[in-house]
Nanobody, 123 residues
Framework: QSRLEESGGGLVQPGGSLRLSCVASGFTAGYYAIGWWRQAPGKEREGVSCISGADGSTYYADSVKGRFTTSRDDAKTTVFLQMNSLKVEDTGLYFC????????????????WGQGTQVTVSS
């Protein structure tokens, strides 16, 4: 059975860093476009980043550009989100989601989701 599982969340002070992982099982998710999303309490889920399976090109929301980096391992089973210079407003439940129908972020529509990992930025 195919699934995605996020890990790496936690409590960190403003200015700190965390590295999230999204592990795919049952399929090679890295061939497809995979995005990171987050949802803060009382807010809608928002897209944070995307990495294309075809060429590894990446896209970022303006709010995280220059601070977050998404990448994948060579086996294409794990996608990472390196988060630096974290701010209080980065707090939320972070999800990864794959679009198993497309290889490029330009065509990306999330279809399969993980359960999420909580990131809390607080002093």
């Amino acid at each position: 059975q195919s699934r995605l599982e996020e890990s790496g969340g936690g409590l960190v002070q403003p200015g700190g860093s965390l590295r999230l992982s999204c592990v795919a099982s049952g399929f090679t998710a890295g061939y497809y476009a995979i995005g990171w999303w987050r949802q803060a309490p009382g807010k809608e889920r928002e897209g944070v980043s995307c990495i294309s399976g075809a060429d590894g090109s990446t896209y970022y929301a303006d709010s995280v550009k220059g601070r977050f980096t998404t990448s994948r391992d060579d086996a294409k089973t794990t996608v990472f989100l390196q988060m630096n210079s974290l701010k209080v407003e980065d707090t939320g439940l972070y999800f990864c989601a794959v679009d198993p129908a497309h290889y490029y972020c330009s065509d990306y529509t999330p279809d399969r989701w993980g359960q999420g990992t909580q990131v809390t930025v607080s002093s």
